[in-house]
């Protein structure tokens, strides 16, 4: 398969939704929904269309992981099929973070250094749409994962986040806009509470539709506007003193989808970067010596950012 063909396999596979399939005797069972007696022959043919299917689409999920694409592991597949499956990305929840950042580079077919991440970040601009109450404690414990609420201790905050067991152990944060850093906000139509984060009202207007490679599975999701991420994680690189690593991986991932977009298709960032906040502007000012240094083998990438000025 060449590269073009994987390039079109990758704009192929955001076309379809791909579930989870686990198949029960004598019941065939959809991520733990009814489909159907096995003597029910079109219920069983269905069923073995739709499990040829997911076995082609990881196939193809691993050749382009060969190629350089980012993939995420089944742990977070898990987590983004329940939420797929649920309607909730449908509803309006964006994901940010390091999984936004990976699912960029596979749109933008741009090779860099595998991203790995045990943190799943979700945010909502707003109220989500959903017709009725969706449990997020119970959509994370649906995934069959031992998901658990942190802090799980009564007295303390309400729970922002989940995680599995162990140091390293997945964690999934619900985050939204807000003034205040960690201030905790209701999220009454997932029964959950959000952590507010500074600049995610400007960070999460006009996201869209795009997908996730994670496991096998090319995942419907929802993505923050490449432009808008850029300025946030500079911003956010200024204000995580305290946390130096994730400071720089904010910067460098700014920088690497920055030089993308001029590069491969010659966009200018100079009116984004003109109607983002004044804020996040003066972040992003701050940060010029230490771009340059990263984008010194890239004299266009580094016009293009030395053009804000």
């Not at 489909?35 to 382009?64: C, D, F, H």
């Not at 140091?167 to 029964?191: Q, T, Y």
């Not at 995580?240 to 460098?252: I, S």
Request: charged share 20%; glycine share 6%.
């Amino acid at each position: 398969m060449t590269v073009f063909q994987l390039k079109d396999t990758y704009k192929g596979l955001l076309l379809e939704s791909v579930p989870l399939i686990v198949i029960s005797v004598p019941f065939c069972t959809l991520w733990g929904g009814f489909v159907g007696p096995a003597s029910n022959e079109a219920a069983y043919e269905a069923m073995q269309g739709r499990i040829a299917y997911s076995e082609w689409t990881a196939k193809q999920v691993s050749a382009l992981s060969k190629l350089g694409y980012q993939v995420a592991d089944k742990g977070v597949a898990s987590v983004l099929v329940e939420l797929h499956n649920r309607k909730i990305f449908e509803a309006g929840l964006v994901v940010v973070g390091t999984l936004a950042y990976m699912s960029w580079l596979n749109e933008y077919g741009a090779m860099a250094t595998a991203a790995r991440t045990q943190d799943i970040d979700l945010a909502r601009r707003q109220r989500l749409k959903l017709a009725t109450t969706v449990r997020f404690l119970s959509s994370m414990q649906a995934t069959q994962l031992p998901f658990a609420r942190i802090p799980d201790m009564p007295g303390y905050k309400p729970s922002t986040s989940v995680k599995l067991p162990g140091a390293e152990g997945l964690r999934v944060d619900i985050l939204a806009p807000g003034p205040v850093l960690g201030e905790i906000i209701a999220v009454p139509e997932l029964n959950w509470h959000a952590q507010a984060i500074p600049f995610y009202d400007y960070l999460l207007e006009g996201s869209r539709a795009a997908a996730m490679l994670a496991g096998g599975h090319c995942i419907p999701i929802m993505l923050p506007e490449v432009t808008r991420m850029i300025w946030h994680k500079l911003y956010s690189s200024t204000h995580r003193t305290k946390e130096p690593t994730k400071a720089e991986k904010d910067l460098v991932q700014a920088v690497t989808l920055a030089a993308i977009l001029i590069e491969q298709e010659s966009v200018s960032l100079r009116e984004s970067f003109r109607r983002a906040p004044r804020e996040l502007r003066a972040a992003a000012l701050s940060r010029l010596p230490r771009i340059e240094k990263l984008l010194v083998a890239h004299p266009q990438a580094l016009g293009g950012i030395r053009d804000l000025k």
